[in-house]
């Protein structure tokens, strides 16, 4: 293991590479990134970033997306199959089917698409945006938002809008038992729930307080409490751990496992030897067509200027 690590800290020195991991990653890889961060905080290091290669531990649609803000960088993932069951619920030909039927409607999002969806979409959104930047378009504004319906439900119930959902969802999220999530409550009744709001509304409903890896990090820090019940992927206790090392955090269990808690199996492909083989071999690479990139660099560019303005 320390060998593993001492290796990949050379090779990244020798190929300029910065290694960016996603919360959900396993600690042992969290540890070793330049930088550890959401899906919105990924893509600005991306588009920022001096490095000649990017090491993108997470998922192919985050691997995607910091190749189109930065084409001209080789951008690596550790396992070309780590993709996302929530971009896969939304084929880019029904997808555009959809938007073709309501051409009166501005497309906004979610980051958690292929790239081809992107280059159907006018504004790309994270969970930590996603309000303010539909909130950023007058009220009476059509809008089409996919591919999440639960983080659509959301979003139109602490906006009052009425946005036109694609029928999405993360099987991770989808997974969390509102059952032994009351229990859990009643064993921990001092604790707060924090939810991601791609959990369904039921969840929503039991949480204290929503909001993306990041927001829920820096609720947990800011918090005088003590215990926290932490309904997203298991991947974010680790730095939640690391911030609040006297605090206690439960993670939420989903409905049928055996398990107590929640782990995204498409995050979970990504391991440090795999990491370490792929700054080696400068392989699997992301490729984005350059039709398609042409296009859907234009509304995450967009989602880039807003949260910019917003300061977020
Ligand atoms: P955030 O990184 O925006 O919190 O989203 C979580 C997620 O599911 C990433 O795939
Ligand atoms: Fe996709 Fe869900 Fe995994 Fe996030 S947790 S990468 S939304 S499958």
């Not at 309501?102 to 006018?122: E, F, G, M, Q, R």
Request: charge should be negative; proline fraction near 5%.
């Amino acid at each position: 293991m320390n060998e593993l690590i001492t290796a990949i800290g050379q090779l990244k020195k020798e190929k300029n590479a910065v290694i960016l991991a996603h919360y959900y990653q396993t600690g042992d890889i969290q540890d070793i990134a330049d930088f550890v961060g959401d899906s919105l905080a990924l893509a600005q290091w991306a588009a920022r970033t001096e490095a000649d290669i990017i090491v993108m531990c997470g998922v192919h649609f985050m691997g995607e997306t910091a190749k189109i803000l930065s084409p001209s960088k080789k951008v690596l993932v550790p396992d070309l199959a780590a993709g996302c069951s929530l971009a896969d619920s939304c084929p880019a030909d029904r997808f555009e089917q959809f938007v073709n039927q309501h051409p009166d409607h501005t497309v906004i999002s979610y980051v958690n698409t292929t790239a081809a969806v992107k280059a159907l979409t006018d504004v790309v959104v994270t969970s930590t945006n996603a309000k303010q930047i539909v909130e950023s378009f007058p009220k009476d504004e059509k809008i089409i938002f996919g591919p999440d319906r639960n983080l659509g439900n959301y979003i139109n119930s602490v906006t009052g809008r009425n946005m036109l959902l694609w029928d999405g969802a993360c099987h991770v999220h989808e997974q969390f038992s509102v059952e032994k999530l009351v229990n859990l409550k009643k064993e921990y009744p001092r604790a707060d729930v924090l939810a991601h709001p791609e959990c369904k509304s039921a969840v929503l409903k039991l949480a204290d307080f929503i909001g993306s890896t990041a927001a829920l990090l820096k609720y947990a820090i800011a918090s005088d409490k003590n215990e926290f019940i932490v309904a997203t992927e298991s991947g974010i206790l680790h730095e939640m751990q690391k911030k609040c090392p006297d605090k206690r955090f439960i993670p939420a269990p989903p409905n049928d496992s055996t398990c107590a808690c929640n782990e995204c199996s498409f995050m979970r492909l990504n391991t440090l030897q795999k990491l370490h083989d792929c700054l080696l071999n400068e392989s699997p690479e992301i490729e984005v067509e350059p039709q398609i990139a042409d296009k859907a660099v234009k509304p995450i560019q967009k989602m880039l200027d807003i949260s910019a303005r917003l300061g977020l």
